[in-house]
């Protein structure tokens, strides 16, 4: 979550043209992060898990490239949240590695 808030906070900032571009991409792409954790906690089996994992994976992704253009193009400092994005991505690989490791 500390991921969303940051991504709210710097986008407030962004220039109003922003507003359906980076904005909102990249708000998006944090959210779909923590959304698709939370989904795939719930799920039952581990493919399912697996798959949710991976998507959120995908959106950290997604994310690291939305910063990476926001600090480039000028819009903040972009450096606390790609240490906060590093953090989910090492954590988010290690959860994926124990669901596919166990053997439920």
């Known amino acids: 979550m500390s991921l969303v808030w940051g991504v709210y906070k710097l986008t407030a900032t962004f ?3 922003e507003t359906y571009g980076l904005t909102s991409q990249l ?4 959210m779909s992060v923590a959304a698709n954790i939370a989904e795939g906690f719930r799920k039952r089996g581990k493919a399912d898990k697996a798959r949710f994992m991976n998507t959120a994976e995908g959106s950290v992704e997604e ?8 600090g480039d193009l000028g819009y903040g400092d972009t450096e606390s949240l790609m240490r906060t994005l590093d953090e989910v991505s090492r954590l988010l690989n290690a959860y994926s ?3 596919l490791a166990s053997n439920f």
């Open 63 to 70: 994310s690291h490239y939305y910063l990476i253009l926001a």
């Open 27 to 30: 708000r998006r792409s944090a």
């Open 15 to 17: 220039p109003k043209q």
């Open 97 to 99: 590695g124990a669901i």
